[in-house]
């Protein structure tokens, strides 16, 4: 069956310092891959997909994710961090077999950063 | 332009009662799909449309549950004889042309609560 993987519930990070968001995924087939990012009361707003090609794709707001099949993960990356990052991040993938369009998402995890 | 909207923001309603949630693409789009979020996990897919069809129903939990889009636009997602396991948000995106790989763009919700 295909799954996402979320690890950490929540990542706390100092603004300024690098953040790591991790996804690692299990589907059948060559998968597209999606982050995206729900601040309270909002909807869930697209950051940035891997289709194919470059394994480092780049977002909205200075995110960029780098695939990597071998190890089946999607990881969520920024150089510096902003407080206003502070939200609840979602990896999600489509492209499996039967699956037309649908996404099929992680758990989420919450990013904290810190003055 | 114009997000997806979703109405109503917050619905409450008692076990066993009728609800209709509705659901406003961005225009122009032909896909539409529905999930559910509840507390503290990923969004779960529920239908997706391509047109006034829907092309893929596997995520609906049970027979309680039923979607139209009758002239290809709006989606109205309706829950009969409601159960408190119903409780969630519901959550509506829609997309270009449903290719595959396509980024969905996701409403605000509806919060159901069901008492």
């Known amino acids: 069956a295909q799954s996402v993987a979320q690890p950490e519930d929540q990542v706390n990070v100092a603004e300024g310092n690098p953040l790591t968001v991790k996804c690692t995924y299990s589907v059948s087939g060559n998968p597209y891959l999606f982050w995206y990012v729900q601040y309270p009361n909002r909807g869930l707003q697209f950051l940035l997909k891997?289709?194919?090609?470059?394994?480092l794709v780049k977002g909205s707001y200075g995110f960029e994710a780098e695939f990597n099949k071998s190890q089946t993960s999607f990881h969520l990356k920024k150089p510096s961090a902003l407080v206003s990052d502070s939200a609840l991040y979602f990896c999600a993938v489509s492209g499996f077999s039967g699956g037309y369009n649908k996404l099929i998402f992680g758990a989420g995890t919450r990013l904290a950063v810190h003055p | 332009g114009a997000g997806v909207s979703q109405t109503p923001s917050n619905k409450v309603t008692e076990k066993g009662k009728y609800v209709e949630l509705r659901c406003d693409p961005i225009s122009g789009h032909t896909a539409l799909y529905w999930y559910r979020q509840s507390l503290g996990q990923g969004p779960e897919f529920l239908i997706y449309?391509?047109?006034?069809?829907?092309?893929?129903d596997s995520g609906l939990p049970n027979d309680r549950f039923f979607a139209v889009r009758p002239e290809g636009s709006v989606s109205t997602l309706k829950i009969q004889r409601t159960e408190r396991g119903d409780s969630a948000v519901y959550l509506c995106?829609?997309?270009?042309?449903?290719?595959?790989?396509?980024?969905?763009?996701f409403g605000p919700g509806t919060r159901l609560t069901v008492t």
């Open positions: 995106a829609s997309s270009s042309a449903g290719t595959q790989g396509e980024e969905q763009y």
């Open positions: 449309f391509q047109g006034t069809g829907a092309a893929d």
């Open positions: 891997y289709i194919t090609g470059d394994n």
